[in-house]
């Protein structure tokens, strides 16, 4: 079981690890629009970011990320890299992390970090070398002979994600380009979009491994909805003063970091059980078949990732759309917390 949390754990940290591989952002006036070419005799200082395809012959001093077009690298990027619904191609070194949001990677040449993909196969060629980590979801790995990974190898096939995020970078590359005032916007609507959709998707990387968990925590939600309620709008207004406790008093200040980790995962499985009831309410409605819990979980928070992400988007409507999604999961958040209370993170069922 221990060994289990520790992969998930691993796993779940890995969701939010190309936000590491990123410091630059749609929004910030440094991006370029349309296509970029740094020369082989070049050098850019800085951060390049372009709204389209990025090609790296020469040198660049800082970050590289290319936004909805293909990322090649075959000179020297002294950061970290990152490319959302294109291509990456990396045949000269990458500095830092190697991140890939939608678009296969081929690697022939050497990234100092780590890399992770969503959505997209990597492909190591004979010359291709990772310092780092790699951590690939919804692709697979092709390895050929020579190649080298100094560290631990996540990969998780899922064709559910794997068909799911390409559609999700699209519809963020596409809805950033809109004029005027919504031109402005559109790049944090994207970012708190893109948020609250791996928000959304975290509680079906936990229910691949807790599968049972959530049943029991989405059955003791069911079956006391009140109870659990209650209970979960007591754990909230209790947080901050808990908090306080641990941090005024000496010998409490060592857990606050286990105490948060053990509410984050609280949080995430009770989306979860409230993902599951809302699948099985959906197929009740629709007379159909109820799915597995961990399809249940999947389909709930790729349809409500989906909504997050049209709901930024759309010009007259998408804040009533965001506002109403915002309040389901504080809702089901709070349903879900309170019923993780009471089976004890999924373990004792009602």
Same mark, same amino acid.
């Given at each position: 079981?221990?060994?289990?949390?520790?992969?998930?754990?691993?796993?779940?940290?890995?969701?939010?690890?190309?936000?590491?591989?990123?410091? &630059?952002?749609?929004?910030?006036?440094?991006? +370029?629009?349309?296509?970029?070419?740094?020369?082989?005799?070049?050098?850019?200082?800085?951060?390049?970011?372009?709204?389209?395809?990025?090609?790296?012959?020469?040198?660049?001093?800082?970050?590289?990320?290319?936004?909805?077009?293909?990322?090649? &690298?075959?000179?020297?990027? *002294?950061?970290?890299?990152?490319?959302?619904?294109?291509?990456? *191609?990396?045949? #000269?070194?990458?500095?830092?992390?190697?991140?890939?949001?939608?678009?296969?990677?081929?690697?022939?040449?050497?990234?100092?970090?780590?890399?992770?993909?969503?959505?997209?196969?990597?492909?190591?060629?004979?010359?291709?070398?990772?310092?780092?980590?790699?951590?690939?979801?919804?692709?697979?790995?092709?390895?050929?002979?020579?190649?080298?990974?100094?560290?631990?190898?996540?990969?998780?096939?899922?064709?559910?994600?794997?068909?799911?995020?390409? #559609? &999700?970078?699209?519809?963020?590359?596409?809805?950033?380009?809109?004029?005027?005032?919504?031109?402005?916007?559109?790049? *944090?609507?994207?970012?708190?979009?893109?948020?609250?959709?791996?928000?959304?998707?975290?509680?079906?990387?936990? %229910?691949?491994?807790?599968?049972?968990?959530?049943?029991?925590?989405?059955?003791?939600?069911?079956?006391?909805?009140?109870?659990?309620?209650?209970? #979960?709008?007591?754990?909230?207004?209790?947080?901050?003063?808990?908090?306080?406790?641990?941090?005024?008093?000496?010998?409490?200040?060592? !857990?606050?970091?286990?105490?948060?980790?053990?509410?984050? %995962?609280?949080?995430?499985?009770?989306?979860?059980?409230?993902?599951?009831?809302?699948? *099985?309410?959906?197929?009740?409605?629709?007379?159909?078949?109820?799915?597995?819990?961990?399809?249940?979980?999947?389909?709930?928070? %790729?349809?409500?990732?989906?909504?997050?992400?049209?709901?930024? !988007?759309?010009?007259?409507?998408?804040?009533?759309?965001?506002?109403?999604?915002?309040?389901?999961?504080?809702?089901?958040?709070?349903?879900?917390?309170?019923?993780?209370?009471?089976? +004890?993170?999924?373990?004792?069922?009602?």
């Amino acid at each position: 079981m221990i060994s289990r949390m520790l992969l998930a754990a691993v796993l779940l940290a890995a969701v939010v690890a190309p936000a590491r591989a990123l410091k &630059i952002q749609m929004g910030d006036e440094k991006v +370029r629009k349309g296509d970029y070419v740094v020369e082989k005799d070049q050098t850019f200082d800085g951060d390049l970011a372009a709204k389209g395809a990025v090609t790296v012959k020469g040198i660049v001093s800082g970050d590289c990320a290319a936004f909805g077009g293909p990322l090649v &690298i075959e000179g020297e990027c *002294r950061g970290e890299a990152a490319s959302f619904g294109g291509p990456v *191609r990396v045949s #000269g070194k990458v500095g830092g992390d190697l991140a890939s949001f939608g678009g296969p990677v081929e690697i022939s040449g050497v990234v100092r970090g780590e890399a992770a993909l969503f959505g997209g196969d990597l492909t190591l060629r004979s010359s291709a070398t990772v310092e780092g980590g790699v951590s690939i979801f919804g692709g697979r790995l092709t390895q050929e002979s020579g190649a080298k990974i100094r560290g631990e190898v996540h990969n998780f096939n899922s064709k559910l994600i794997g068909a799911m995020i390409p #559609g &999700i970078a699209m519809a963020a590359m596409k809805g950033s380009g809109s004029r005027g005032d919504d031109e402005d916007r559109a790049p *944090r609507k994207a970012i708190i979009s893109g948020f609250l959709a791996g928000l959304c998707l975290l509680p079906f990387v936990l %229910a691949l491994f807790f599968p049972g968990h959530i049943e029991t925590v989405a059955a003791a939600a069911s079956a006391d909805f009140w109870r659990a309620l209650g209970i #979960g709008l007591l754990v909230l207004m209790g947080l901050v003063p808990g908090s306080l406790a641990l941090t005024v008093s000496v010998i409490g200040i060592p !857990f606050i970091p286990v105490a948060l980790a053990a509410f984050v %995962a609280a949080i995430i499985m009770g989306m979860g059980a409230f993902f599951l009831l809302m699948s *099985r309410r959906v197929c009740v409605n629709l007379d159909k078949p109820a799915p597995s819990t961990i399809k249940a979980v999947g389909l709930a928070g %790729a349809a409500t990732a989906a909504i997050s992400i049209l709901g930024g !988007f759309l010009p007259i409507i998408g804040g009533a759309v965001s506002l109403a999604l915002f309040l389901t999961l504080c809702c089901g958040m709070t349903l879900g917390l309170g019923a993780v209370w009471l089976t +004890r993170l999924g373990t004792r069922p009602l």
